[in-house]
Each structure stands twice: as C-alpha cells, then as structure tokens.
C-alpha cells in the first residue's frame, strides 16, 4: 500500500485542528488535504467544500488523488435542536455524499464519528454497553444512529473500510467546540481563568461521559491503523475515557485555583444531557484494537490549566 493521501472535511472544527498535525505527523505535510466551508489558512493544502455538494467533493478528491477521508462535518446536539432541518441536511445527505463517493473513487479507508448522542433515555445510563437499547432523543442523536447503519451497511454491501467511534464529549484548548451538549467542560476553563467565575448550563449533578484530546486523537489513529480483521465492528464503537459532573469537575478545578466558583443555571441543554449515560462500556474497543485511555481527570485539568494559561498569556 502506498502513502495515504488524506483528506480531512470539516477540518476547521474542534476535532479536525487536532487530527491535522497528527496525521501530518504520521503520514507527511504534503500528504494532507484539508476541506472546509471558510478558508483555514493553514500550512497544509486547503480546498474550499461544502460536503452537501456531491459532484464537488468528488472533484476535490479526484484533484488530490484521495486514499483516506476523515469526515468530520456535522451540527452538534445543540445547535441541532435549534435547526433540525439543517442538521437533517448536513448530517445526514452529507454523510450519504461521502459514502457514495468513497465508493466511486474507490476510498481505502473512512473514518466518520458517531457519538454518546445516539443512546437516549431508555437505554441503561451506568456502564453503557455497546449493543443495547438505542432510541436517541435529539436529531443529532437521530443523524448519528441513522449514519452508523449507513455506514454499516457500505461496509456490507460495497466492502467499503469504514471505521467509527461514540465520541464522548472532548475537551480541548486549541479550538472551542461549537454547538454541543458537553462544550461547558471546555468553557469553564477560558471562564475559570478570565473570571474566575462560570455559570454551568447543566445542573451540578450532570455526569456525563468525557475524554481528553489528546486520548481521542489517538483511538482515533489507532483504529484507523488496526487490521480490518481485527474490528467486529462496523456500526461504531463505545469508546471511554472519563466520567464527571460539573461539581466535580469544579472541585477539580478549585483544587489548583481555590477562588474559582461555579453557578450553575441549566438551560433546554439539561433534557439533552438527561437523556445522555452517565457512563460507557468499551470493553469492545478494548477488545479488538487494544483500546486504553491515558489521561486522568486531574491531568487533564492541570494540561488545560497549563495550555489556556499560555493561551491567553495570563498568569
Ligand atoms: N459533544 C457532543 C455534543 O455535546 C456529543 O457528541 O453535542
């Protein structure tokens, strides 16, 4: 097999500013394509696409000579409540635009994430396992259960190599997630360190699965180098790391920086949350790749503290 020649769409979002270097790093600068709807004015090739237009995306990938894609395009939870209809649009007929052409052209390999956001409240919160009750509330849960059979069914009917995982919520420094259910456990570290103040938008109570970045990027090249006979599964896996409330994670916090305070005011994001687990079983994960997180709640805590601080060149 030759190098591959990736291609990451919606590589300006929170994920794709991380995954670029990574996959830079693995494969070399000039192997790398980024697509998105702005311009990122990065130092790798750049393509301007909107994953909606099929006969465009297949352009940029006969352009490149695209071996691998990693799509990553989509509306988040909550942004997605507020615009079904888009979401429905880009998640979705976006998602069915990348799978079509990756048979087209012939894709080696594509990696799409799916996310905690496809249980909803009937399934079991504790422990989540990987094949259960699965009736989400939200359309972005709508969009990610629906996609993970898709591609299911492309890796069935075409033989197409299609990988995914459940995202828990990520937290990071580099780019601010937009949109989405868990993004007040990125806030409260901007907040935390301008104010020393923030005000929650779930209840204090909320546990919710979560993962550091720097754990996601690498399941996410990890399984996109295991051995296609190795994964047993072609939906998406259950992936875990961590598993906190906001007072938890607050008293994290308040353990390296003793005034910060927390309020907390839940909003419609509180139902979205609700109908989330608490926790994940990834025992699959772990079984057939090899699946282990690393970071710890506290490291992670004292990594952003340390990345934010220099950030925003505060002491
Ligand atoms: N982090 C995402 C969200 O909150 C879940 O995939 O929407």
């Given at each position: 097999m030759s190098t591959p020649k990736v291609l990451i769409i919606g590589a300006g979002g929170q994920l794709g500013q991380e995954l670029a270097p990574a996959l830079a790093r693995q494969f070399?600068?000039?192997q790398l394509v980024l697509s998105d709807?702005?311009?990122?004015?990065?130092v790798y090739a750049e393509e301007l696409l909107d994953v909606t237009d099929k006969a465009a995306l297949a352009a940029v990938v006969q352009k490149h000579r695209i071996t691998h894609i990693y799509h990553l395009a989509a509306l988040l939870s909550a942004t997605g409540e507020k615009n079904p209809g888009l979401a429905w649009q880009i998640n979705m007929q976006g998602l069915l635009n990348v799978l079509d052409v990756c048979v087209e052209a012939k894709i080696e390999r594509l990696f799409w994430p799916s996310s905690i956001?496809?249980?909803?409240?009937?399934?079991?919160?504790?422990?989540?396992?990987?094949?259960t009750i699965i009736e989400p509330a939200t359309i972005y849960g709508i969009t990610k259960q629906a996609g993970e059979h898709l591609c299911d069914w492309y890796f069935r009917k075409h033989g197409l190599d299609v990988r995914s995982l459940r995202y828990p919520g990520l937290i990071s420094w580099k780019a601010e997630p937009g949109g989405?259910?868990?993004d007040y456990a990125v806030h409260i570290f901007f907040e935390a360190l301008r104010h020393n103040a923030y005000t929650c938008f779930?209840?204090?109570?909320s546990a919710l699965p979560m993962m550091y970045m720097p754990d996601a990027v690498r399941a996410t090249l990890e399984l996109m180098a295991?051995?296609?006979?190795?994964?047993?599964?072609?939906t998406s896996y259950n992936l875990s790391a961590l598993s906190f409330t906001p007072a938890e994670l607050a008293a994290t916090l308040q353990k390296l920086l003793p005034d910060f305070r927390m309020d907390y005011a839940p909003d419609f994001r509180q139902a979205i949350a609700d109908s989330w687990p608490a926790s994940i079983d990834d025992s699959e994960a772990r079984k057939d790749w090899g699946w282990q997180p690393e970071w710890s709640l506290d490291a992670m805590v004292q990594d952003m503290l340390t990345n934010i601080r220099q950030k925003l060149q505060v002491a």
């Open positions: 070399g600068q000039e709807l702005k311009p990122l004015g990065s956001a496809v249980f909803g409240p009937t399934t079991p919160r504790h422990n989540t396992p990987q094949r989405g259910t868990t779930l209840g204090a109570g295991a051995p296609a006979e190795k994964l047993s599964i072609r």
